[in-house]
């Protein structure tokens, strides 16, 4: 099975706003039989794995994320690219995850004069906790003395925000965390609203940096669903009810034009339909941690060895 990230691809989403996008092509539906994908994918289509960061071309500029190590190189050329000249200002970290920081002190380097902007609860506060927190120390060649890092450092919380000239970001407490450090954003201009791990879904190879509304068939329940089952282990066993409040609770209090994932497509139409989804997802996941279906899990894990007498 190819297991190589793809160089990043990109697009401009909208004036200023870019997303892209590396993908991790899981091979086709033959050798994926665990993911039980028929019901939106063709046998012989390759599906992908995607990481995404988001990067704001402004009077300030922002990088949402950093990509992987593998695309180190790849993810400094292509920010240089796209601020044609420009400096990084601000990059801003989710969540201390090497899939999602793990490029963090390559791009530090590479733009000194850039503000590193952490969750707060990351690092926790005081001395002992703050930027020599081990947390930070993700990528491949961390300077041996964060302190020689020339960069500011900055701790965010959920209320905080940037102004980056037309565009203002807002660091949001998140609803769907699948880490104790998460921290969402949200963009006021485009009203769009960065949920990291939540709402991510694979996606077929013909479709990188397609919105979801581009894609060749409808994103499917089976999608949402196989992507939260493993992101988010602890869904199976959430109260479904809290679940839905906290999705009403996007709605009403986000009302988001656009939704950018960190593991999906960017939705940009329908979204209340993107959100049905996850609903009906989140159902049919918490039946699979009901107690029968763990008994009977539990009895297989723990049936006794079959032993040669
Ligand atoms: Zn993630
Ligand atoms: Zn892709």
Redesign the pocket.
């Known amino acids: 099975m190819p297991q190589e990230v793809?160089k990043p691809?990109y697009r401009e989403l909208s004036d200023g706003l870019y997303w892209t996008?590396e993908?991790l092509?899981l091979g086709t539906l033959s050798e994926l039989e665990r993911f039980d994908l028929e019901r939106w994918v063709e046998p012989d289509e390759d599906v992908?794995g995607?990481q995404n960061a988001y990067l704001f071309s402004d009077e300030r500029n922002l990088l949402f994320d950093t990509l992987t190590q593998p695309n180190s190189e790849h993810v400094v050329e292509l920010i240089d690219e796209l601020l044609d000249g420009d400096d990084l200002d601000y990059l801003a970290i989710s969540h201390p995850e090497a899939n999602h920081a793990g490029n963090t002190f390559t791009i530090l380097e590479a733009y000194p004069d850039a503000t590193l902007l952490v969750p707060g609860e990351a690092a926790g506060y005081g001395s002992g906790h703050s930027a020599e927190h081990e947390l930070y120390h993700i990528a491949a060649e961390t300077p041996a003395d964060v302190d020689q890092v020339p960069n500011e450092i900055r701790y965010v919380e959920p209320g905080d925000s940037i102004d980056l000239g037309t565009h203002t970001v807002e660091f949001e407490a998140p609803l769907f965390p699948d880490h104790s450090f998460t921290l969402w954003m949200s963009e006021r201009t485009t009203n769009t609203l960065f949920t990291v791990d939540w709402m991510g879904f694979l996606?077929?190879?013909s479709?990188?940096?397609k919105t979801a509304s581009e894609l060749d068939r409808d994103v499917a329940v089976e999608q949402v669903f196989r992507f939260h089952a493993l992101a988010f282990p602890w869904m199976r066993f959430g109260d479904t009810d809290a679940i839905e409040r906290a999705v009403d609770d996007v709605r009403e209090r986000f009302d988001p034009d656009v939704i950018a994932p960190a593991h999906g497509m960017v939705m940009t139409e329908d979204l209340d339909a993107y959100l049905d989804r996850f609903l009906e997802a989140v159902t049919a996941l918490s039946r699979e941690g009901e107690r029968s279906n763990m008994e009977s899990k539990l009895e297989y894990i723990l049936r006794p060895p079959e032993v040669d007498q």
């Open positions: 793809s691809k996008q993908c092509p992908h995607c996606h077929q190879n479709n990188c940096v």
